[in-house]
């Protein structure tokens, strides 16, 4: 079982990206009761918390992407999303998912966004 990140690239200041996260191998029945978490982490900085969605689809925000950031979940596909519109410099940084729950804390290996100026 592994998480697999997808979406990340090099896009301009106010542009969009939708990260997905893939839970390969985990069955459906496991994957659902789970709350998905994204972090970021910048190059220097501590790695940060940006979105979570429960299991009842609750999510919370950091403040710096609020507005901005919309994390959403597909049971079926076994995949979390997050889409980044009004892209900042200050966006940048590896973004990685996490999903936790029941015992489980599992965490993909990250992949990188980076908007320029």
């Known amino acids: 079982v592994q998480l697999v990140e997808s979406g990340g690239g090099l896009v301009q200041d106010g542009g969009s990206l939708r990260l997905s996260c893939k839970a390969a191998?985990?069955?459906?029945?496991?994957?659902?009761?789970?709350?998905i978490n994204w972090y970021r982490q910048a190059p220097g900085k501590q790695r940060e918390s940006v979105a979570s969605?429960?299991?009842?689809?609750?999510?919370s925000y950091a403040d710096a992407v609020k507005g901005r950031f919309t994390i959403s979940r597909d049971n079926s596909k076994k995949t979390a999303y997050l889409q980044m519109n009004s892209l900042k410099p200050d966006d940048t940084g590896v973004y990685s998912c996490?999903?936790?729950?029941?015992?489980?804390?599992?965490w993909g290996q990250g992949t990188q966004v980076t908007v320029s100026s």
């Open positions: 191998g985990m069955i459906t029945s496991v994957f659902n009761p789970k709350t």
């Open positions: 969605i429960t299991s009842g689809r609750i999510t």
């Open positions: 996490n999903l936790n729950g029941g015992g489980t804390d599992l």
